[in-house]
């Protein structure tokens, strides 16, 4: 019989059976010699014991001294995933403790550590003297890893997942780079620990070359801190995120202060959200932006947001209720816009429920309460603070009759209060608004061997009234013309504007669905008034007694390619509004491209027509590189907005990310510039890294 195993517990380790554990021994051949303590095992041994595993050429175990003297090659994973090779070892019998000759430590299957000697202590601590540490492949030609740490002594704290480095010399292929007296690292098994995160060198046209230097600190198993500096020749800047993780929630705050030479005195800004969960099926939900001017975000690349909102809310949302209050605190960033007339506060809360009446059908009713706030008095435009308090009730019913015709109608009924403050030019006032339609839709399937064909013509008749005086239109000036708007009873986003009058809706939908993955749509649409509605602007394509043509169609290939576009069109064939919006997904690409056209419309505060294209994506060339562009280019001034061009590489020990970007608009308060970044990351020391990136060939 080639292998020979043995339970051993009771002659091999005497102390495992005090715990109550067994060590299984294989090996080609045991010898026992007479009159000794000793036991031999040779060819092929491998011992298991107590989750680790050994395997070794030979064994020899002394039972006076309680030692195993082990030749090479040897192989040891341990039970908390360590691996250790070596060409001869002296181990206790429990293999915690002993010595390791011309041996190698590898953490979590990716960093390794070669030393000329590995002391094992306690089961806890591991010590290797005159090390070399990397988690970049390593050739037997000699030539030297991309980058390696060298040290007098490296111990490795099994219990606190930390290796700790004396005299460290950090090197790149070969060349020393950096030296350390001391330095302490996470080993790879850590996802979250205190230390230096990978920095970041970061030039741009206003701030100069610079530098950031991300400090983690891991404040527990639920919250953490990340400080950075950023120095360069024009700021001082500290930057600052704080996490923390709740039973119920969660909350982030991050924010800056700066000193700069762009604008005096001091700069800075602050984001927070968090939510929460307070049972019941109630959220609360928060959100805080703010920032000291208007240039800040985008001078120090935080976002390019022109508008801020800071939030509160609570809500309920049951599959029959809805509840909701919230309060907003608007910040414009826009030059031409003042805070103060925003309105810069807006309040609400909602309740809306849901029902089945005898009559059958859907009855939604409710309540709500809106309140603008402005901290100046009313200025030219004689708008003030303003209350609404308001209530409705709407009823739908859907029914199928004779050939399949769809026949729904519906009826809705809501009262508004409007009060304003003494300096506004608008009066109190009350409003009652009714609304009732009749839509019929004729759906027509046809199914072949391909794909399924749908064709739904639909005609729907509404009719709106409405007593009392017209409010103040603060929320409801832009509006869209789209497949959702077609047949709604009022195409107003919000409630202070309202449609009146009898009007009909025409739409007709076509829609195939094929065997193959291909799936695509089109709609065509149209309003028609009675009387027409002052308050659509031009571009909404709702203006005058009769829409402009609705045009909105979709396509799915089912490989990962998506294309969906809108557009209106007025009787003279002149296209009022258009957008197109591109999306293509696949092993090497991932692609988003939009088109917008808006004319110009004083309406809408637009003085020029908006023609613009973006482009957002990304391309793998193999598995070590990757490229990124993105990019806003002005159809209209022929001119770009914005461009930037990311460059990515990678290996099993190196992640290196390049971009630069060019912010080509101005204005008064922000100027064009570039932006160039670097970031170089070690894989294998924790942070998350998972080194996937493909080995270097040792035959280059």
Do not use: K
């Given at each position: 019989?080639?292998?020979?195993?043995?339970?051993?517990?009771?002659?091999?380790?005497?102390?495992?059976?005090?715990?109550?554990?067994?060590?299984?021994?294989?090996?080609?051949?045991?010898?026992?010699?007479?009159?000794?303590?000793?036991?031999?095992?040779?060819?092929?041994?491998?011992?298991?014991?107590?989750?680790?595993?050994?395997?070794?050429?030979?064994?020899?175990?002394?039972?006076?001294?309680?030692?195993?003297?082990?030749?090479?090659?040897?192989?040891?994973?341990?039970?908390?995933?360590?691996?250790?090779?070596?060409?001869?070892?002296?181990?206790?019998?429990?293999?915690?403790?002993?010595?390791?000759?011309?041996?190698?430590?590898?953490?979590?299957?990716?960093?390794?550590?070669?030393?000329?000697?590995?002391?094992?202590?306690?089961?806890?601590?591991?010590q290797l003297s005159r090390s070399a540490a990397t988690s970049c492949k390593v050739c037997d030609d000699g030539r030297p890893p991309l980058w390696e740490i060298r040290a007098a002594r490296v111990i490795h704290d099994q219990q606190a997942r930390q290796l700790f480095f004396e005299n460290a010399r950090f090197r790149v292929y070969g060349v020393p780079i950096l030296w350390l007296p001391r330095l302490r690292l996470p080993d790879p098994s850590v996802s979250r620990a205190t230390g230096v995160l990978a920095p970041e060198l970061r030039t741009t046209d206003q701030l100069g070359p610079g530098i950031k230097l991300p400090y983690f600190i891991r404040l527990g198993d639920h919250r953490d801190l990340t400080v950075t500096p950023y120095i360069s020749t024009e700021t001082a800047t500290l930057e600052a995120r704080y996490r923390q993780a709740y039973l119920r929630g969660e909350i982030e705050v991050s924010g800056a202060v700066t000193r700069d030479s762009l604008v005096d005195g001091g700069r800075g800004?602050?984001?927070?959200?968090?939510?929460?969960?307070?049972?019941?099926?109630?959220?609360?939900?928060?959100?805080?932006?703010?920032?000291?001017?208007?240039?800040?975000?985008?001078?120090?690349?935080?976002?390019?947001?022109?508008?801020?909102?800071?939030?509160?809310?609570?809500?309920?949302?049951?599959?029959?209720?809805m509840r909701r209050a919230?309060?907003?605190?608007?910040?414009?960033?826009?030059?031409?816009?003042?805070?103060?007339?925003?309105?810069?506060?807006?309040?609400?809360?909602?309740?809306?429920?849901?029902?089945?009446?005898?009559?059958?059908?859907?009855?939604?009713?409710?309540?709500?309460?809106?309140?603008?706030?402005?901290?100046?008095?009313?200025?030219?435009?004689?708008?003030?603070?303003t209350l609404r308090a308001g209530v409705w009730a709407d009823w739908h019913r859907a029914h199928v009759a004779g050939p399949g015709l769809v026949l729904e109608t519906r009826a809705g009924l809501r009262l508004d209060h409007y009060a304003f403050s003494p300096d506004a030019s608008?009066?109190?006032?009350?409003?009652?608004?009714?609304?009732?339609?009749?839509?019929?839709?004729?759906?027509?399937?046809?199914?072949?061997?391909?794909?399924?064909?749908?064709?739904?013509?639909?005609?729907?008749?509404?009719?709106?009234?409405?007593?009392?005086?017209?409010?103040?239109?603060?929320?409801?000036?832009?509006?869209?013309?789209?497949?959702?708007?077609?047949?709604?009873?009022?195409?107003?986003?919000?409630?202070?504007?309202?449609?009146?009058?009898?009007?009909?809706?025409?739409?007709?939908?076509?829609?195939?669905?094929?065997?193959?993955?291909?799936?695509?749509r089109l709609t065509f649409g149209r309003v028609l008034r009675t009387t027409e509605n002052p308050a659509f602007t031009h571009t909404s394509g709702l203006d005058g007694a009769a829409s402009d043509w609705l045009i909105a169609g979709g396509l799915d290939t089912g490989t990962g390619l998506g294309l969906r576009g809108r557009t209106l069109i007025d009787d003279g064939l002149a296209v009022t509004r258009a957008e197109a919006l591109l999306d293509w997904r696949t092993r090497r690409i991932d692609l988003a491209a939009g088109y917008i056209f808006l004319p110009k419309d004083a309406d809408e505060d637009r003085s020029k027509a908006v023609r613009e294209i973006s482009l957002d994506g990304a391309y793998r060339f193999n598995d070590r590189w990757a490229a990124g562009l993105d990019m806003r280019y002005d159809l209209a001034d022929g001119s770009p907005s914005t461009a930037g061009l990311e460059l990515g590489w990678r290996n099993e020990c190196v992640t290196v990310d390049f971009s630069v970007s060019r912010r080509f608009t101005s204005s008064t308060t922000v100027q064009p510039t570039t932006d160039f970044g670097l970031v170089v990351g070690l894989n294998g020391f924790s942070s998350g890294r998972t080194g996937e990136g493909p080995a270097r060939s040792c035959q280059d």
């Open positions: 019989m080639r292998r020979l195993v043995l339970i051993c517990l009771l002659w091999l380790w005497p102390q495992a059976l005090a715990a109550q554990a067994s060590a299984t021994l294989l090996a080609d051949r045991v010898i026992v010699p007479p009159g000794s303590e000793r036991l031999i095992a040779e060819g092929n041994v491998e011992v298991f014991f107590e989750g680790t595993r050994l395997s070794a050429a030979r064994i020899t175990y002394d039972r006076g001294t309680d030692r195993l003297a082990i030749t090479g090659p040897i192989f040891i994973r341990t039970q908390a995933g360590e691996i250790l090779t070596a060409e001869r070892a002296n181990l206790d019998a429990r293999l915690e403790n002993g010595l390791l000759r011309g041996a190698r430590l590898i953490l979590d299957d990716r960093l390794q550590l070669a030393a000329d000697r590995i002391d094992r202590v306690g089961g806890r601590y591991t800004y602050l984001f927070a959200d968090g939510a929460f969960r307070l049972g019941g099926g109630t959220r609360l939900r928060f959100d805080v932006e703010t920032a000291s001017d208007d240039a800040y975000l985008l001078d120090y690349g935080i976002n390019g947001g022109d508008r801020l909102d800071s939030e509160i809310s609570l809500s309920r949302i049951t599959d029959r209720e919230h309060l907003t605190l608007y910040q414009s960033l826009r030059a031409a816009e003042d805070n103060d007339r925003l309105p810069p506060l807006v309040a609400e809360a909602r309740r809306e429920r849901r029902t089945t009446p005898a009559i059958g059908g859907t009855l939604s009713y409710g309540a709500g309460l809106e309140g603008h706030l402005r901290t100046l008095d009313a200025g030219p435009d004689g708008l003030g603070d608008a009066r109190d006032t009350t409003r009652t608004t009714g609304q009732a339609a009749v839509t019929l839709r004729y759906p027509l399937i046809r199914q072949d061997a391909r794909a399924a064909h749908v064709l739904e013509p639909v005609v729907q008749l509404a009719w709106s009234g409405q007593s009392g005086d017209t409010p103040p239109n603060e929320d409801s000036v832009t509006a869209e013309f789209d497949q959702a708007s077609l047949l709604a009873l009022s195409r107003f986003p919000g409630e202070d504007a309202a449609e009146t009058g009898t009007s009909a809706a025409l739409g007709l939908s076509w829609s195939r669905r094929g065997q193959a993955g291909w799936h695509s």
